[in-house]
């Protein structure tokens, strides 16, 4: 198993032991400027309960049934564990760490099935359809949308999670052709770590890159912090194995095709409705040589937009490219600033700042290179900087860009350390066209104060732009806000419905890159119109004509 | 209608008046040429028929129906006329050619319509679905594997054609997204003059570019020669809307979603069995300032393949690769030659060549960049001479390149010359992964000579590369071979069938570009696999219950 158990959070977070890594005294500034900004007072929520305070209904599966599993998967490939039923009754999602903490699971699977083979996936599917039990695909369990929660239909006997992350291995090498087959419930460092050995890369990094899995990332249609250079999941993926109750869907290896649609795309974003996605051939490249980030300062999102919008269009060679706005630069600011110095540099440093018109709406852009060659890294940071100077961009160096690429997987601890506190963070991301990217922007960013402050008494709204395309880009938002501990869940609902509202209404997709699971589905039909996506579950029930797969869910 | 029957040739490619542009004495020199290289007989085949001698059952529309149709679309937008049913009964394959030169039309529509909206589509297809009518929808009938003949199921009261070529609009530009809206059924050149008008362009340029429309490209999933630089249709395509027998499907203009599986991606190669493309919003680019062509000599396809492959994954902005093998080669070298001259310098240079290791094995490879600036221009065909000359390429200069872009788009009429001496034209075409391009062209081209060996007695057979990917690329062959006259359509397909099963059996994809109609229809379920099928179909059928549109094709 190449995610260990013992050594992860069930509650929260990553892994035990890990934290954001603040100073003591840092946390304790962090703690107070949080609550000066929010002008609010916070009431922190009752310490979360321990693994040995949840008390699960007993499993439903018969002791047939799991004799059944334990023969398709063996002992060590089964279990109905308090631990591992809990483990895989949730994602990540803000709600889901609400309940967590509070003990409340009011939907655990009655068994958890690691298949260590094919054959034995398809063998967990087959016990299941004669049991009619629903089975969840599940990889590292890091969905924010209520993804992996295991829901069943009327009349399902029970449900199973169908742990991945067994099918681990690294199945052949093609060096010619720049691809590598992979089992997919291989974790990202794992995935890296066995291209590395071989002098080569993916460059697939989203925020979950530690916890997450590449079967994870292709029914989700996942995107990396590095999708500039290297693309999105959808761009990486040359053919895919799945098995489905009904059999084996696999595609062919070959870099394009032209006969009839394109099959991968019906497993791309299928989120566990179709079956279990076992194995996956992507395109990779030569490990780069030269990683080099750097910071700049615009004066104002527009012009950080236009930046980032030009050096996409002008291709130039980047990695990385994230554009802060003024709450987030503030908030970043802030995070850097050292309470243990006697003399705050930075101090001095804004004014001047202020005085050459980079004032209150400054945004931070960072960005990256990861290129072969010193030379091809100078050309493109030659060229980023300047497209930036054109929009009176001001280069900042090294450091941000280093800073950020230090702390890039620890941020999601933080939710934790915030969440102790009374502080609730919960994040809301879409794509727009670039003619609509400011409006998007600004709508949202409204409409998440306006949620805020009504359904919580204060908020603190930013954005980033983390994937530009063409024609457009992503918009990612981060909302904090004072826990109400007597009324947590149905305070977030109220603030996710509002600012999901937002961003339908202003235009955005329903999502650029976490997903539908549950907490997207009621606005899924808007985007998609009826007829589409009654065409999908058609292709869907003829996969899986029972509903086993994720039911209750996308599709 | 942007396509005018009266200046297109019914029975052959194009247009009225073009030709392949050969001088007589060239075209004599070129007929002893060939005819001395396949070293066998030709047998010219009778002279085409006229129209006029052409015999249609009469249409089984009642006139009622007529009426009705007459009433969705005018009278301009409908014709039971024979030119236009024996226009709409076949596309451009060398059996399509065959059939019509004799004026054999077993399917042809009973009537064609010309909706000149969207709503006129939906009534066609209310009107046809009331009827049990099968449609056909087609645009600029340039199919080469049988896409647009009019096959009915059984039960099935008549078939329409449903000629999108009336939805030619551009509806808007979103110059700050470069962006552009076209109503699908506007052809290429078309659609390339509305967008330079605003200084832009697509940049989708297929061997049919003159006679194909928009929404033929996204029903074959097409690409075009320019695919190095501007991609193929679907990196192109940002949404679109179809009118199907159940209503309208449409996908929301965003850079990128994860609201599940991409409905793009089942119109994309849906090849007119969902409905009716009648919108798309394209990707656009600034017209190019500086757009030049070169020509590169490589001693051997391998080596020819490999600068391809490296200036692919190196990034080297070229719009154009296109890599000859040696057969191909040795053709454009014949043609080039001018029987008109004294003395011909070519022959000797080919000596020269010869001593520096340029023998008969040597491929031509052309390449061009389409740019803004001459700086970014030089700076790729500088990158692209360092990877050339780093596998002994030798630089060849403007003139190949010139004289590839000024011919590109008539090799297409050299077919019909070459059909008049008794010659016949195949091409056929299929994608690999690198480790496999020279595996594929070895297998392909020996089945190629194998089989027209044993069918005609003789074959030329010929290939290039003009795709390519990080992964992998594209391999397009071309077959010359004696034409049986009392024979051709067998002849034609128990070679055509021998060549398929050669590129599948080598693990080549079934189509690279050309789609899969009914000349590939029996392979599909390998390359696809029955299960993945029958999810498309399924799909389909929730789209089109009836199987009104397009059936005995693709689903």
Known sequence: MSMRRDTLRWNGWGRLGESAGLSREREHWLAGELSRRLRHPLSPPPPPVGIDQIRLPPTKLSTEIQAALRGACGDAGFSVSVLERVSHSFGRSLPDLLRLRRGDVP??????????????????????????????????????????????????????????????????????????????????????AALRSHGLMLGHCPQSFEYST?????????????????????????????????????????????????????????????GVIVEATLRVHEAPAVIEDRGMLLRSFADGAAVVRDATRAGVRLAVMRLSDASETALFEALRHDPARRFDVSAAALSLLRRMGYGDGRCALIYGVETASRREARQALREMLRIGRSRGGMPLGASPGRAWRRDRYRTPYLRDWLLDRGVAVDTFETAAPWSRIEGVRDSVVRGMQRAAEIHAGAGLAMSH?????????????????????????????????????AIVAAGGTLSHHHGVGLDH??????????????????????LDPRGLMNPGKLL
Chains 1, 2 share one sequence.
């Open 107 to 192: 939907f655990a699977p009655d068994a958890v099935v690691f298949p260590a083979s094919e054959g034995a996936v398809a063998s967990v599917l087959r016990i299941a359809a004669e049991a009619n039990l629903a089975v969840i695909p599940f990889g590292g369990g890091s969905s924010v949308v209520g993804g992996v929660e295991p829901r069943t239909l009327r009349g399902q006997a029970g449900a199973l999670s169908l742990d991945t992350t067994r099918l681990d291995a690294l199945v052949r090498i093609d060096r010619e052709s720049m691809t590598a087959t992979f089992q997919a419930g291989i974790d990202g460092p794992a995935l890296e």
């Open 214 to 274: 590449l079967g994870g990332w292709i029914a989700t249609r996942s995107s990396g912090q590095s999708s500039s250079g290297y693309g999105a999941i959808e761009d990486m993926l040359v053919a895919v194995r799945v098995v489905s109750p009904e059999g084996v869907v696999r595609t062919l290896p070959a870099p394009r095709s032209a006969t009839g649609p394109d099959l991968n795309h019906l497993v791309l974003g299928s989120e566990g409705s179709i």
């Open 465 to 501: 732009v983390s994937h530009s395309y063409a024609d457009g880009a992503s918009l990612y938002f981060t909302l904090l806000y004072p826990l109400d501990p007597s009324n947590d869940l149905l305070q977030w609902e109220s603030i996710k419905r509002e600012v999901t509202e």
């Open 521 to 542: 589905l009621p606005w899924l039909t808007r985007e998609k119109g009826a007829l589409g996506l009654a065409a999908l579950r058609s292709a869907r029930a003829t």
